[in-house]
Each structure stands twice: as structure tokens, then as C-alpha cells.
DNA sequence: CGAAAATTTGATCGAAGTCAATCATTGTGG
DNA sequence: CCACAATGATTGACTTCGATCAAATTTTCG
């Protein structure tokens, strides 16, 4: 895939750019091609990169009392980064790793504030996606405090019909906030039902 | 108050923003005075507002199987608005009322897009505030969904020690997602070590 | 002051966690 | 290309934290 038709599909999926804002993001424009299992971010470091996925998938996950807890994933036309040292410029208590072969485009802090100086539209892209993650961080909220294990998991199928074949359930459990005993339960209830 | 202070006060808090900006905000400023228990929006209603609060605080609560939770407060130079209903232009599953006789600053979301759309600088306002709010959820779940019942109360004395003081245990109790018996003797504990 | 609202305290129950063992799947080196 | 080690998933027995139901006590406010 050639970058300038990521960027134009970056453009249609979020908020237009220009032409000229393209050329500019263009510019700064990095792409990575990274075997499974590779780490994008590890725990403790700074990281001021974003990772867009063109193809692949990600884990944010972190170590809490020793115990492996995912906290994000993202696919394909989606964005990841360690969400306290992107954003607040902190050592990273995440790591971030891939679950598939991946293709990314890596955005630096210091480029994406550039751009948005520069371009308006640009801004209102960060802006876009910004606020496309809050809400979608919301609707996390709602679920993982009010619901039982089963809604959580039954809401998590509806909004990704497809992460159990992508995602190990390990990950999914913790993800959740439940056990893999558990969710394992879960699914068996379903099945039989 | 006057209007040209809270503008000012946004624009220090959150973003700067440029004279000629400022003033174009000020004019499509509307200024609320109300008192303790007012609703801001009612549930099922649409609502494009979004309400700066200058003195006072407000709740966000929704029923859920006929119980009163309650899902974001709102303090001195913060935002609230029916998040799904300002984002998505959705009918509002929140109703929000006011804790306090409260001192408010009401936006719609017309005029926020034409104060974007017209000045980057405003666009980057946005940017800011929506990135905050974010960063605030993020943390809301990180506690609410890996914290004991006794770890999530004191996470929000940490970041708010003079919550109690201002919004009854019943809402602090479903905002945390545990209920008014269990925060009581969390408390309890707490007073006798 | 007295009614209503808010909070505390007590007894019991249940959903999900923990610990432990087994079964299934994947992938790598001989 | 098979073997078998490593990883991932299921199942079972038991425990625990916080929920529920119920009642008493304290606070607020007209």
C-alpha cells in the first residue's frame, strides 16, 4: 500500500485534509513492517510515537501485582500508543506488542503538534480521533462497571464480532477485568444454551 | 463574574486563545444562574449543550433497572455536557442536575463548530479539553475495573479530597460502582485505624 | 420540632476469584 | 514431518468480597 493512500484513507475515515496538509504529513511519514510478538513500546520507557495500523493488530497491556492485564487492542485503521507517555510525557506503564505480522505508520509527538500548528484541518483530525476515543473509552466505562462478566463479554462480541479468533482469551479475560477461569465459564454457558 | 473573565479564565486553563477569538466566543456566551437541584437535561431528551461550570457542581446519572447512578460530577472550570447526546446527537440516556446553586456557561454545539471551524486556535481548545477528558476517563478505568471497592474510594479522595463533602455518599457509592452500604463501611473502616 | 432523607450497622447470599488439575493446540528442533 | 515442550483453554472444589435485604440511627431542613 502506497503511503499516500494511507494518509488519503486516514483523511476519509476521521476528518478531510487538504492536499496540502497530505504533502505535509507525507513528509513525516514513517512506515513499519514488524514480525508477531515485536514490542513497539516497552514498560518504564518514554514514548512519544502513535502507531496507525494498516494491517495487523496490537496490544497495550501492563504488569499489575505481576499479573499480564491488557488494556487496549487495536486493528486495522486504528490507532495505539502508550496513552500516558504520548500524552503526558510520563515513563510508560504499558507496553505495546503485536499479535499478528503488522504494517504501521509511526507518528511522532513533536511532528503531529507541528502539523496541528500548522494546518487547521489537522488539528481538527487530532480532534476528530481524540474524540472518537473518549467515547469509545465511555462506552468501556459503562460496561466494565455495571455489567456482570457475561454482559461485559456479550457487549465486547457485539462491538468485535471477530477478536476471539484474533486475540487470545487470556487477554481478552483481563482486558474485560474478569479471570480466564471465568470467561472460559462464560463461553461454555453460551455454547451449550 | 464578568464574561470576559471566564473566557479569559478557559482560555488560561485549557488553551490560549487570541483577543479577536475571545471576543468572538463572548458573543455567543449565554450565562446561567440557577439553583441546587435544576436539571440541565432531562433523559431521553436531545441536548447539543455543553455547560462550563464557574461556581457550583452538577451530576450526570442515568437509570439503570430503575436505580440512580450517577456517571460524571462536574466542578469549578470544568465541562459537562450528555456525552452521547453533544457527541453522537443521540437521545440522552443521562439526565443532568445541578449539586449546588450554580453559576454556568452554556455552549451548543452549533456554535462551537463555527468557533472551530472559523479559528484554529479554538479548534485546539477543543482538542485540549476533549484530550483531558480522556486522559480523566482513562484513569477511571484503570481504577474502576482493577481497585478493590476500598482502593477506588481511595483513588477518588486522592484526586478530589473534598468530594464528601459536597455530593452525598449515595452518588459517590454508584459512581465508583459499588453501593451506598459497602462505601459506609469502607469509611467506617477507615475512621477507626 | 418532626418528617423525610441520608447514613450506618447487621445477617445472609451469590457471582466471580483462587488454587489445582487436566485437556487441547501450537510451533520448533531433531 | 513427527515428537514433545510450551502455551492456551477447560473443568472442578472451595473461598471471598461485595451485594442484597432489613432495621436502626443520624442528619437535614421546612
Redesign the pocket.
Known sequence: MKPETIIEHISETYSPLTADCQQAVLASTKILSLKKNSTLVREGQFSDKTFYIIRGCARAYYLKDGKDVSDWFAFENEFISSIVSFFKNEPSPHAIELLEDSILVEFSRDEIEQLAAKYHDFERLIRVIVTKTMLKQYERIASSQFE???QKYTNLLKAHPTITQRV???HLASYL?????????I??LKKRI
Open positions: 456482570s462478566a457475561e487470545p482469551l487470556t477485568g474478569i479471570t480466564l477461569e471465568t470467561l472460559s465459564r463461553r461454555g
